[in-house]
């Protein structure tokens, strides 16, 4: 699930990381919000990152540089199968279904267990989340993702669409050159209907 951001306060921690700052979040300031665009505006600013494409953007990337990570979710059945089809919850498929329609080069799954993982890799059900890791087990975790990724893509030229909450992306940004985030700060509710709009459903 996505926590719900509060899209002022992430802008003004962007421009505070773009700009190399690192203040405190302003008085009455989504502290989350804030410290999670600080983080992105660093990336931007440490990699000289072009500013995030927005959905439509995305679309007309050329198909062989664009890669989807998708976040991994609660929901999942109960014996062992290929990745794509291990999480059930309505949100999942409809990231999927999305991820799909973009046509991309490569679609992977973000695993709170298992890491990256191809959507035909058999997997066992598990019950484990980045949002109840430890800060040294989540970066662990994301050291093992990017090298991963380094074996089937290319950070610095590839494009990376994340759909994926923040603890699962917030690691994995500052070594991505090129990335969007179309679900940035939206709520439950609001992605459901976003990703509905997207699939024509």
């Known amino acids: ?56 953007q995305v679309l007309q990337l050329p198909l062989e540089t664009q890669v989807v990570l998708i976040s991994c979710v ?22 999927l279904a999305y991820a799909k329609s973009l ?15 191809d959507l035909k890799t058999v997997i066992e059900p598990y019950e484990q989340t980045l949002n109840k890791m430890r800060s040294s087990a989540r970066a662990a975790w994301a050291q093992g993702v990017l090298a991963g990724l380094k074996e089937q893509i290319d950070l610095d030229r590839d494009h ?20 969007s985030v179309p679900m940035e700060g939206m709520s439950f509710g609001r992605q459901l209907k976003w990703l509905a709009e997207q699939n024509h459903v």
């Open 74 to 95: 609660k929901s999942k059945r109960t014996s062992p199968c290929a990745a794509g089809e291990m999480y059930i919850s309505p949100l999942f498929g409809k990231m």
């Open 1 to 56: 699930m996505e926590i719900r951001q509060d899209p002022k306060a992430w802008q003004a921690g962007y421009e505070a990381g773009q700009a190399g700052r690192t203040p405190p979040p302003p008085p009455g300031v989504d502290g989350l919000a804030f410290y999670s665009g600080v983080i992105e505006g660093q990336a931007v600013r440490g990699k000289n990152v072009p500013q995030r494409e927005s959905p439509a």
């Open 103 to 117: 046509r991309p080069r490569r679609i992977f799954i973000l695993s709170a267990k298992y890491g990256l993982l």
């Open 160 to 179: 990376i669409v994340f759909l994926a909450g923040l603890r699962y992306r917030e690691l994995l940004l500052p070594h991505i050159r090129h990335y």
